[in-house]
């Protein structure tokens, strides 16, 4: 099975401040890559899927790039309420599988 | 707009089975994949399996092959998520996501807390 993994499993930045999570598969799934966002205590969201598509209704503040193996989530500009875990998923096959998640925290 | 309603919370004694419900509103029920997601308490998103309905197919991840079935019954939107065998750490919120091949999980439900305890 491929698997995937996240970094950092945490980060605390400022308001304002860019961040940059990454995620990378054990194996090429070429641009079969989906981003979500859980705050606490709520359902998951997607974000990004095909690794750089915006899903309808996020902020153009996140973005997402890569292909292959390498893949990285970006917040041009964090906000207090992007204070959540965020979850990188693989979509390639019939079995999905997430990244461990990266919780980001507001310093 | 596309709903994805689960039955509620359950208590289930150690060996026991659990299935969880997961009604479809809005949309082409049979087109879509309904994958099966569990959380357990202060942990990640664990992928478990999906079927997609009009092929009848479900697949599994490995680490809950033999234990867990998911079904769907097309006639009444409704995905199910059957997991047997149950143990303490079978104790999580089970959720319930549509997607298709191109966009993976973009509704959700809004997850059913299985509590295993004796």
């Known amino acids: 099975d491929i698997q995937m993994t996240q970094s950092p499993s945490s980060l605390s930045a400022s308001v304002g401040d860019r961040v940059t999570i990454t995620c990378r598969a054990s194996?090429?799934?070429?641009?079969?890559l989906a981003w979500y966002q859980q705050k606490p205590g709520k359902v998951p969201k997607l974000l990004i899927y095909?690794?750089?598509t915006l899903q309808s209704g996020v902020p153009s503040r996140f973005s997402g790039s890569g292909s292959g193996t390498d893949f990285t989530l970006t917040i041009s500009s964090l906000q207090p309420e992007d204070v959540a875990t965020y979850y990188c998923?693989?979509?390639?096959?019939?079995?999905?599988?997430f990244g461990g998640g990266t919780k980001v925290e507001i310093k | 707009q596309v709903q994805l309603v689960q039955s509620g919370a359950e208590v289930k004694k150690p060996g026991s089975s659990v299935k969880v419900s997961c009604k479809a509103s809005g949309g082409t029920f049979s087109s879509y994949a309904i994958s099966w997601v569990r959380q357990a308490p202060g942990q990640g998103l664990e992928w478990m399996g999906r079927i997609i309905p009009i092929l009848g197919i479900a697949n599994y991840a490995q680490k809950f092959q033999g234990r867990v079935t998911i079904t769907a019954d097309k006639s009444t939107s409704t995905a199910y998520m059957e997991l047997s065998s149950l143990r303490s750490e079978d104790t999580a919120v089970y959720y319930c996501a549509r997607g298709t091949q191109l966009v993976p999980s973009s509704y959700w439900g809004q997850g059913t807390l299985v509590t295993v305890s004796s």
């Open positions: 998923q693989k979509y390639n096959s019939a079995l999905l599988t």
């Open positions: 194996q090429g799934i070429s641009n079969y």
């Open positions: 095909a690794a750089s």
